[in-house]
């Protein structure tokens, strides 16, 4: 019975190998087909667009600012926020605000400072 199951194999696995030589043939003889590209004989010209010139921005009305220079977070209903270090703010909020102890006036050297510049 033995002789009967290693006869088997060996017709299954030449059976096998047979289907795995035809595949392989049949994958040699098979060509890929290239598609074909359209050719365009004329190609009526294209009116050149020029680019959009950008929107303007509105400069906002020239209102003079002060650099200031906070040592707290501070919000005040009316004039409006600083935060430690150096804060730009009008010159009507910079009088108010240099009316506390926590702020001073600080020169554009004194911020070009602060920044490393």
């Known amino acids: 019975m033995s002789d009967e199951l290693i006869n088997e194999e060996e017709q299954f696995l030449a059976l ?22 359209p050719v365009v004989e004329k190609v009526a010209p294209v009116a050149e667009e020029k680019p959009a010139k950008p929107a303007k921005v509105e400069k906002k009305t020239a209102e003079k600012t002060v650099a200031l220079l906070s040592t707290r977070n501070v919000s005040w209903n009316g004039v409006g926020k600083v935060e ?34």
Request: aromatic content about 6%.
């Open 16 to 37: 096998l190998q047979e289907e795995a030589e035809e595949l392989a043939a049949k994958e040699e003889a098979v060509v890929l087909d290239e598609p074909e590209v």
């Open 84 to 117: 430690v270090g150096y804060n730009i703010v009008t010159e009507e909020q910079a009088e108010k605000w240099l009316t506390r102890n926590h702020i001073t006036l600080a020169t554009p050297e004194d911020v070009a400072k602060g920044y490393g510049l």
